[in-house]
């Protein structure tokens, strides 16, 4: 008995040793051009980003711009979702090939990781009607005594629930709807005096809608967003930052923020 | 009754740690002989008995059985605890097993006899001790005496040349132990071998063949019944006799 | 729709039962293993399988799969993640289920071992056949116990990317809006689960029952 556990240590061990040695090499790239599928982590509970839509499928902005590069690679895309909090692990130790979770870049994550080119630039907006004279500078103190609206879950609502748990903004101030264009309508009929949204599709509404004007831009809740790529893969990251700028180019990630952003 | 030698102990000595239990212990056992060891409770009487069988191992000296030393190195200690039954103070019977697979586990396990052949003696050992009618029982329907000659069946089927008993009766109710002393004093007419630690002095003086009094790890006294029963040679041993009627006596009275 | 919903979410119970299959025989072996190396083995394997337990105990289920997935597999193993998150909640399981017959295996008490050996058996076959029967049936009301709890917490593998019933209940929470229908559904699933699981093995034990003395 004592015999066999010295055996068992002395396998785990060398088996230990011999991995560690053993280096990685090489992009990932071939070998996803080579089995024709990119595996691709994201954490399908953040509408409009990433969801399961009715049929149990996983869309959204990142998901149909990740199948459209995927596309372009000549690769289909395998969606792994995961938490969002495993994301990161995913990528470093190799079990997925790229996270895309409207991720934004931090210098903690980029030890580890690699981060493509922006895709998106999620801006937030403060949308009034036509006829407000209200004017925003500073945001964080100007909107304070304001009735706001903002959509449930969205960056844009933990920033303004941040400011309602700070003491600074009104509970009472803060409306929350389960869609964008809720907001407008009541935005227009007076119930509140200002609309938090993302950019792209508050200037979506008031061009669809009429009536409405965005009064600021700017980034405050969200940012920059990147796809998040193994770490020193400068191949790979170079192919889709390639794809990425194709679409930038075409305005196919444009259209893509008006129909999730603007619904 | 011939007087071979079947179980010869040569100074044996029982530690634990730092506790001597028994030192320089020598007792011969004929073939056929009951032995009853008597003694004050601590003395080392049972320790004795597991270390007759191998169930613990003594510190130094010798056991033979028929001759061969058991307490050699690269003896099989499973086929002499085959050949030494014993009985437990609490029967010990194995509570997931009816009484017929008590009987029957050591058939099939250790001697691989084939079930109807292990199932035939099992049945025959039942019927030696009077439960052929209890086969079916489990340990938990049966009386603690039926328990106890259950017990003493599961020993007898792997025909042991010696049978150790250790106190089969101190755990009985007083109306239960009857049933279990007429069951040995049968054994002891078919020229059984036997070594029985008891208290029951009655057993003692009318089945013995030779009573062995123990006291502190030491044999003090031993000789046929009626001798140590009428002329103990040393006061120890008046002064034990003396304590255990007054306290069986006083146990009748209840 | 309320039917669709409760659909989506239901087909997350066979990841659930297959997790929940894997896990609990394999920490049964690992556990059984452990318990009688413990009870039976001599001082440093009887030791050795004491850290065990401690070590599995308590460290939190979910970092043991971080590390068997994230770290271990594709090193030493390679395993996916199903495999990787139905062991490691084996692994777990495996040291409370050795706790669990531990303790059955003492309760059976020193008493059979000793009369088994008495009449010659080894203590393998002592064990094996009598001294298991019994602590297994001590074994089973703690252990059903064990089985809910690694029933439930099957959920965890969802954090290596394996969809489960409580990670489908999320998914749908966030896209609908309505998480007491979602996650009142998963509740309803795990519930019904767990009395399934209950209700079998109570029948077990109810079945393998030793008779007594009728009083
Ligand atoms: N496993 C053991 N470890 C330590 N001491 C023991 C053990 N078994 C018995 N003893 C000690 O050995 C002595 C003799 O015990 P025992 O043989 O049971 O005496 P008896 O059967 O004559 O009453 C007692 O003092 C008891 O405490
Ligand atoms: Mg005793």
Redesign the interface.
């Known amino acids: 008995?004592?015999r066999f556990?010295l055996w068992l240590s002395l396998v785990?061990v060398v088996?230990?040793l011999l991995?560690?040695c053993g280096g990685a090499g090489g992009s990932r790239l071939d070998a996803i051009k080579k089995a024709g599928v990119i595996k691709v982590?994201t954490s399908?509970?953040?509408?409009p980003f990433e969801?399961?839509?009715?049929s149990?499928n996983t869309t959204g902005f990142d998901v149909e711009l990740m199948n459209e590069i995927g596309k372009r690679l000549g690769v289909k895309v395998e969606w792994?979702?995961?938490?969002f909090?495993?994301l990161i692990?995913?990528v470093?130790?190799?079990?997925?090939d790229a996270a895309i979770a409207a991720f934004n870049y931090s210098e903690d994550r980029d030890k580890v990781v690699d981060f493509s080119e922006v895709y998106y630039t999620s801006e937030d907006a403060f949308t009034v009607v036509e006829s407000s004279s209200l004017a925003i500078n500073d945001p964080a103190s100007d909107i304070l005594n304001l009735k706001i609206g903002v959509q449930?879950?969205t960056t844009q609502d933990d920033w303004l629930t941040a400011l309602v748990d700070e003491g600074k903004l009104p509970a009472g101030n803060l409306s929350r709807y389960?869609r964008v264009d809720q907001i407008a309508l009541d935005l227009k009929n007076g119930r509140i005096e200002v609309m938090m949204s993302d950019a792209v599709p508050a200037e979506a509404l008031a061009r669809q809608l009429g009536g409405l004007k965005v009064i600021y831009k700017g980034v405050l809740s969200s940012g920059p967003m990147n796809i998040v790529l193994p770490e020193g893969d400068a191949e790979l990251a170079k192919a889709i930052n390639e794809v990425l700028a194709q679409l930038k180019a075409e305005g196919f990630i444009d259209r893509l923020a008006v129909k999730y952003f603007a619904e | 009754m011939d007087s071979a030698l079947i179980l010869q102990a040569r100074n044996l000595t029982k530690r634990y740690g730092a506790n001597i239990i028994f030192q320089d212990i020598s007792l011969d056992v004929q073939k056929g002989e009951t032995i009853v060891i008597i003694g004050p409770s601590g003395t080392g009487k049972s320790t004795l008995l597991r270390c007759l069988n191998l169930l613990t191992h003594v510190d130094s000296g010798q056991i033979f059985l028929e001759g061969e030393e058991i307490t050699a190195p690269g003896i099989n200690e499973d086929r002499v605890r085959q050949q030494i039954g014993m009985v437990f103070q609490n029967f010990l019977l194995f509570n997931h097993l009816t009484a017929l697979d008590n009987v029957m586990l050591g058939l099939t396990k250790v001697r691989k006899l084939p079930k109807p052949q292990a199932h035939e003696k099992a049945m025959h050992e039942l019927a030696r001790v009077g439960l052929a009618d209890r086969a079916g029982h489990y340990p938990g329907q049966l009386s603690g005496g039926q328990q106890q000659r259950v017990a003493i069946a599961r020993a007898l089927a792997m025909d042991p040349k010696v049978m150790l008993f250790d106190e089969p009766t101190s755990a009985l109710d007083p109306e239960l132990i009857g049933e279990v002393l007429g069951v040995m004093a049968q054994l002891a007419r078919e020229n059984m071998t036997m070594l029985v630690v008891t208290h029951e002095m009655g057993f003692a003086r009318e089945v013995a063949d030779r009573i062995v009094f123990m006291e502190k790890g030491h044999i003090v006294e031993q000789g046929a019944p009626d001798d140590l029963f009428e002329r103990p040679q040393h006061a120890r041993t008046r002064e034990f006799l003396w304590k255990i009627t007054e306290l069986y006596g006083k146990k009748e009275k209840k | 729709m309320l039917t669709?919903f409760f659909l989506?979410i239901a087909?997350g119970t066979a990841v659930t039962i297959g997790v929940t299959l894997v896990a609990l025989p394999f920490g049964l072996a690992v556990g059984l293993l452990l318990a009688l190396l413990y009870n039976y083995?001599?001082r440093?394997?009887s030791r050795?399988a004491g850290l065990y337990s401690l070590l599995m105990r308590g460290v939190p289920p979910v970092v043991l799969l971080?590390i068997l997935?994230?770290?271990l597999s594709?090193?030493?193993i390679n395993l996916s993640?199903f495999w990787a998150g139905s062991l490691s909640l084996g692994l777990v399981s495996s040291a409370y289920q050795m706790e669990i017959l531990r303790g059955a295996l003492a309760a059976v008490g020193a008493g059979q071992m000793t009369a088994a050996r008495a009449i010659g058996l080894t203590r393998l076959q002592a064990i094996r056949f009598v001294i298991l029967p019994q602590a297994i049936r001590l074994a089973i009301p703690p252990w059903s116990n064990e089985a809910s709890i690694v029933l439930k917490d099957s959920s965890l593998v969802?954090?290596?990317?394996v969809?489960e019933i409580l990670?489908?209940a999320?998914?749908?929470?966030?896209?609908t809006?309505q998480p007491f229908l979602a996650f009142g559904a998963a509740a309803l699933i795990y519930f019904a689960l767990v009395f399934l699981t209950n209700r079998a093995l109570d029948s077990l034990a109810e079945r393998t029952k030793l008779p007594t003395q009728p009083v």
């Open positions: 008995m004592k556990w785990l088996s230990l991995t560690a982590g399908a509970d953040y509408p969801f399961v839509d009715a149990g792994v979702d995961m938490p909090d495993s692990a995913g470093q130790e190799g079990k997925i449930t879950g389960d | 669709d989506y087909q083995g001599g440093w394997v050795a971080f997935y994230f770290i594709g090193r030493l993640p969802y954090a290596l990317g969809p990670r489908r999320q998914q749908l929470s966030a896209t809006g």
